[in-house]
């Protein structure tokens, strides 16, 4: 893999220790389910994908370990939250658990003694790093289709307001988010940057009801196809697991998935344990492809109208001729546009 492509995917794996994939749990074993879909695909494929998986994986096991000092501090961060509330909730002022109580803690602690070792910050940070890599192992494999011939690799980051619910039967609202994209597409030797804008409305819930709304981040790595002819507008759907800040979001073209939170009502975590499903609608605002093999080196598609374009344009120019740099003429610019 080529320099550039490497610093690319240290920023990514930068990214995803910050994740909530440091607390979530994965299979051991890939379910049957799962290992299908790669038996479906031609001999060609199930080498394209068992290949780019070992490079991700490898990669992300390379990043996440050059990026230990960030699960020092988180640690640190949490130790002293854990710290604070033993102060309030267990102070001599508590009330202190009954014989009966600790004698279950005793039989407990006899049984599972693992639970009771107080681990090296080291053993801890491994056990981290290991719960991130089988959690992205399980995503890869749960799109084994799409990571086979897939070519680009990108980081995502939105911004998204946020007002839904629903029932198992009624539902409504949905989401509006605004994001970009950073990624290197390995086909066209292409360093590509995306803004887009996402539209989602809930569909679904596997609970009795969910309601929630507010400002929520979202940051987290993105997989797909992508070539000159992809088009701007796709469709998928979008999950959001129970118990863990984050999300999954799959179209025909692509996946992502990460973390996902933000000021809400209800308040995280209470917000983060509730689990539903969204529709989602995709469009692609701007894109612009930097590669050496492009005439002029620079590739830009959008999905704005020519008239709105127009008007872009000629707000710069009014700019120009309202407010001359010094010592340059106000129309000196006009060609540009």
């Known amino acids: 893999m080529k320099l550039n492509q490497k610093y690319f995917f240290l920023v990514l794996v930068f990214l995803l220790a910050l994740s909530p994939l440091t607390k979530a749990k994965a299979n051991d ?45 988180t640690d640190l961060v949490s130790s002293g939250f854990s710290t604070i509330k033993d102060l309030i909730l267990y102070d001599s002022f508590a009330e202190q658990p009954s014989d009966e109580i600790k004698e279950m803690m005793r039989i407990d602690q006899e049984l599972n003694p693992e639970k009771y070792q107080d681990k090296k910050l080291s053993e801890r940070i491994d056990e981290k790093i290991k719960s991130i890599l089988k959690a992205t192992d399980f995503k890869l494999w749960s799109q084994a289709p ?41 086909e066209s030797k292409a360093v590509v940057f995306q803004i887009f804008r996402n539209r989602e409305a809930f569909k679904s819930s596997l609970m009795p009801a969910v309601a929630v709304g507010g400002i929520v981040g979202k940051i987290g ?33 692509s996946f992502s998935f990460g973390f996902s939170s ?39 598609k959008t999905d704005l109208s020519s008239d709105t374009l127009k008007m872009v344009q000629e707000k710069f120019t009014d700019i120009f001729k309202t407010r001359p740099a010094q010592g340059i003429e106000a129309n000196s610019c006009q060609a540009l546009f």
């Open 262 to 300: 933000g000021l809400t009502i209800p308040p995280s975590p209470f917000g983060d344990m509730l689990t539903y499903t969204n529709t989602l609608d995709q469009k692609i605002i701007l894109k612009i492809s930097f590669s050496k093999i492009y005439t002029g080196f620079v590739r830009v």
């Open 146 to 186: 799409l990571v086979a011939n897939s070519n680009q690799f990108s980081i995502m980051a939105a911004l998204e307001l946020q007002a839904e619910g629903g029932t198992k039967s009624h539902h409504w609202g949905g989401l509006y988010d605004l994001g970009l994209t950073l990624g290197y597409n390995t």
């Open 29 to 73: 074993q890939i379910g049957p389910e799962l290992t299908a879909q790669f038996k479906a695909l031609s001999a060609k494929e199930q080498s394209q994908f068992l290949e780019k998986r070992a490079v991700i994986l490898q990669k992300l096991e390379f990043g996440l370990n050059k990026s230990r000092w960030i699960f020092y501090l």
């Open 221 to 253: 790595p993105l997989i797909s196809r992508a070539n000159d002819e992809t088009s701007l507008h796709t469709t998928g759907e979008s999950f959001y697991p129970p118990m863990v800040p984050g999300y999954q979001s799959t179209t025909k073209e």
